[in-house]
C-alpha cells in the first residue's frame, strides 16, 4: 500500500521555524516529483512549494518565497519542507503529494498525497 505520511507541525509564534517531513513507503518515490501544497480554513488548497526527483529544480509559491525551502532525500523515500519567518498567513494544514509525471504547481497532475499535518502560527 502506497502511502505518504507528513510530520513535523505544531503551534508556533510568529517569526518561528518548522521543519515538515513527508515519508513515502510502499514503492520508491526516487523518481517522482514531489509538491507541497496547503490549505487554511475556508480557503482553496493553494501550491506551496516543488521539487523535481533529482533536486535540481525547485518552485515556490511567491508568498513562501525566501522563507520555505523544499529538499528531499531519495535514500530515505523523504520530502522535507523547512519553513523560517513564519507569519500567521501561514496558518493551514500542510500536504505532501508525488507526481510521476511532473513536479509542477497544479495539483491536478499528483497521484499520492499524504493526510497531511497541521501548522498553526500565532501572532
Known amino acids: 500500500q502506497v502511502q505518504l505520511v507528513e510530520s513535523g507541525g505544531g503551534l508556533v509564534q510568529a517569526g518561528g521555524s518548522l521543519r515538515l517531513s513527508c515519508a513515502a513507503s510502499g514503492r520508491s518515490f526516487s523518481r517522482d516529483g514531489l509538491g507541497w501544497f496547503r490549505q487554511a480554513p475556508g480557503k482553496e488548497r493553494e501550491f506551496v512549494a516543488a521539487?523535481?526527483?533529482?533536486?535540481?529544480?525547485?518552485y515556490y509559491a511567491d508568498p513562501v518565497k525566501g522563507r520555505f525551502t523544499v529538499s528531499r532525500d531519495n535514500a530515505k523515500n523523504t520530502v522535507f519542507l523547512a519553513m523560517i519567518s513564519l507569519k500567521p498567513e501561514d496558518t493551514a494544514v500542510y500536504y505532501c503529494?508525488?507526481?510521476?509525471?511532473?513536479?509542477?504547481?497544479?495539483?491536478?497532475?499528483?497521484?499520492?498525497w499524504g493526510q497531511g499535518t497541521q501548522v498553526t502560527v500565532s501572532s
Open positions: 521539487i523535481n526527483w533529482s533536486s535540481t529544480r525547485t
Open positions: 503529494a508525488a507526481s510521476s509525471l511532473t513536479f509542477g504547481i497544479s495539483p491536478a497532475p499528483y497521484d499520492y
